[in-house]
């Protein structure tokens, strides 16, 4: 299983995004960016992939969020990730 992001400091480490094959790397890699565990991504952890990962500004990245948050809570559940996951990297 392919990993979504790797750490090279012990404080603030730096996503670094490799290819994801599966619904269980995806997944995994959601797990990975869920920082406080509470099984949403906020509009921050989701734009700090995106921007990492595609290279968007923060307000393209805020944007993409807003997009796929299908329930209009500010946040992007497993299910949307994936749907916003898929959309933009084709996995």
Do not use: Y
């Not at 979504?4 to 995806?26: G, Q, R, T, W």
């Not at 989701?46 to 307000?59: H, L, P, R, S, W």
């Amino acid at each position: 299983m392919s990993q979504c992001c790797h750490s090279h400091k012990p404080l603030h480490p730096p996503l670094v995004i490799v290819a994801v094959d599966s619904f269980e790397d995806i997944t995994t890699c959601f797990d990975q960016l869920d920082k406080d565990g509470n099984g949403v991504l906020s509009p921050e952890e989701v734009a700090t992939i995106i921007q990492e990962k595609m290279g968007f500004d923060e307000n393209m990245a805020r944007h993409l969020v807003q997009m796929f948050d299908q329930n209009q809570d500010g946040s992007l559940d497993k299910a949307e990730f994936m749907q916003l996951w898929t959309s933009m990297f084709g996995q």
